[in-house]
């Protein structure tokens, strides 16, 4: 009999909890999502609220241990871990207490303090010189984006000084939710670079007191630092009251979502290259070395393998197209889908079996959606430029468009975007011919067609790729465990369940939409920001 290991993914919109029992191999055994809220603010405000994850991880944990019934009681788990959103910004009093409501990675409001901080005097790619060159050679990365969580601290400083004089430890989502199940205030190495705080040259590995300085950053809010692999501490007794589980049970460091995707995806030796679909989207090509480029916006990031750095490009909003689709173009369609006999009831096979029904329908449409182009920037973007004020624009609507097209145009607009990201990271180093393709998005065989048709590449899918998340901070709980040898061995735990080759006769047709989607940002740049000043 293996090891059972409880993981939470701690998303945007929802958490899922995840059972599983590792030996030979990652088994999920049972699994449950709640959603709960993004609440957007004026001013490109974006917060989350601390007691709906913790409603949502209680929630699904029994239903969860509901389900696994005898055969897996709470005393039989043997870890705990999480995988999260990450560059959240949740700051904490002296009783672990949230001081404020946290805010997402996807708030932009800080754009004073980034000025006044790094965007000053001369610069490169928007960051003053000095400090760019500093920042490179002490963390290996810029804190050049307004959604950068520094910049988010600085924020609530100016902003809110009687919450910010309540501040004892700034965590990320995840350190925050081990605060509650264990009291300890700590935070992975991975969330800690997350920061662009963190040291890691081979002789730091640790805080650094010059970044520290330079950003006007109080180092006494910085919590421990732990590895992914590492024990955090214990469940306590209230925390294990209010998730229905065993007090002591070990609570490890897991990581953020960035950084255990792709170790869930199987994708963790050096070289390999996996993409991501879920709400947000990115490209990761794990590298041995630190690499930057800050044209780009593309940083070699610190991951739950301490050897290696993930090459990680990111756009803000991917499968959160998707939604706005569903919720904003195809409702009328889709509602007389769920009154059908057969539609699951639960939100989360409901959600899933409406998006499928949604890429079905555009099977048929030609590659170019008729001549359509859509720009998936709905709550600005960060790679391969970063501007907070860019958003989503249709441009080629026809007398003859319909919402087939347009839905089928705005698929193809991530995945232009994906490209766009794939081709950067090649400037500096080399992608996989074949890529692991996971998240929500890669549920669709259509969208995996897709996609590999507009990249030209053999994609690689997983069995469960919306759980790739889950599945990543359980193997390295089970790497804590010492029932994987280590994190790169995780490969060998996650097989291939289906292959997508390219149609090279599709990929040459998209050639020409390609060439003018990447000419839409620099097209309407100045319409964004005219836009947004109209808008304040």
């Not at 070289?271 to 070395?289: E, F, L």
Request: charged share 25%; proline share 4%.
């Amino acid at each position: 009999m293996g090891k059972y290991i409880l993981a939470y993914d701690i998303g945007t919109t929802g958490v899922k909890t995840c059972l599983f029992e590792v030996d030979s191999s990652i088994r999920l055994l049972s699994s449950a999502s709640r959603s709960y809220r993004l609440y957007i603010l004026d001013g490109g405000g974006a917060e989350q609220d601390c007691d709906d994850w913790w409603t949502g991880m209680a929630e699904s944990t029994a239903e969860v241990m509901r389900d696994a019934g005898e055969e897996v009681k709470p005393e039989m788990i043997s870890g705990i871990s999480f995988c999260s959103q990450m560059q959240g910004l949740v700051l904490v009093d002296r009783d672990g207490i949230p001081v404020r409501r946290p805010m997402s990675y996807m708030d932009q409001r800080a754009s004073e303090e980034i000025k006044n901080g790094i965007a000053n005097g001369i610069q490169i790619a928007g960051a003053n010189v000095s400090k760019l060159i500093k920042s490179l050679q002490i963390t290996g990365a810029v804190a050049g984006s307004v959604k950068d969580p520094v910049w988010k601290y600085k924020w609530v400083e100016a902003h809110e000084p009687d919450k910010f004089a309540k501040v004892y430890k700034w965590l990320d989502v995840k350190d925050y939710l081990i605060l509650r199940c264990t009291g300890n205030f700590t935070m992975t190495d991975d969330s800690a670079f997350g920061t662009l705080l963190y040291d890691i040259r081979p002789d730091g590995r640790c805080w650094s007191r010059e970044m520290c300085r330079m950003l006007g950053v109080n180092m006494s809010h910085l919590p421990d630092i732990i590895r992914s692999t590492d024990v955090a501490g214990y469940l306590t007794a209230a925390a294990a009251k209010d998730l229905g589980l065993a007090e002591g049970t070990p609570v490890y460091g897991g990581g953020g979502d960035a950084s255990l995707i792709g170790v869930g995806a199987g994708a963790t030796g050096t070289g390999d290259t996996h993409i991501y679909s879920g709400t947000s989207g990115w490209v990761i090509t794990v590298t041995d070395k630190q690499t930057v480029d800050v044209t780009s916006m593309i940083a070699a990031i610190v991951g739950a393998d301490r050897t290696k750095y993930n090459y990680f490009a990111e756009m803000e909003t991917a499968g959160k197209c998707l939604e706005w689709v569903k919720d904003h173009m195809a409702k009328d369609e889709i509602g007389i889908y769920v009154n059908q006999e057969g539609v699951p009831a639960d939100y989360e096979s409901r959600n899933s079996q409406l998006y499928s029904y949604m890429t079905e329908v555009i099977r048929d449409v030609e590659p170019g959606s008729g001549g359509l182009l859509f720009a998936p920037w709905l709550h600005g973007n960060r790679c391969p430029f970063e501007d907070p004020s860019s958003r989503g624009v249709f441009i080629g609507i026809g007398i003859d468009t319909g919402k087939t097209e347009m839905i089928h145009a705005v698929l193809e607009g991530v995945f232009y975007h994906l490209r766009w990201m794939l081709e950067c990271q090649e400037r500096k180093v080399k992608t996989s011919k074949v890529i692991r393709f996971v998240g929500g998005g890669a549920l669709s065989p259509v969208g995996c067609q897709m996609l590999a048709d507009i990249l030209g590449r053999t994609l690689e899918t997983v069995e469960s790729p919306q759980n790739v998340g889950s599945v990543g901070a359980c193997a390295v709980t089970a790497v804590g465990l010492g029932i994987i040898p280590d994190i790169e061995s995780v490969k060998d735990y996650v097989p291939v369940a289906d292959t997508y080759y390219p149609d090279m006769d599709k990929h040459r047709a998209y050639k020409p939409y390609y060439k003018a989607f990447k000419k839409l940002y620099s097209s309407n740049k100045g319409l964004f920001r005219m836009l947004a000043k109209a808008g304040r």
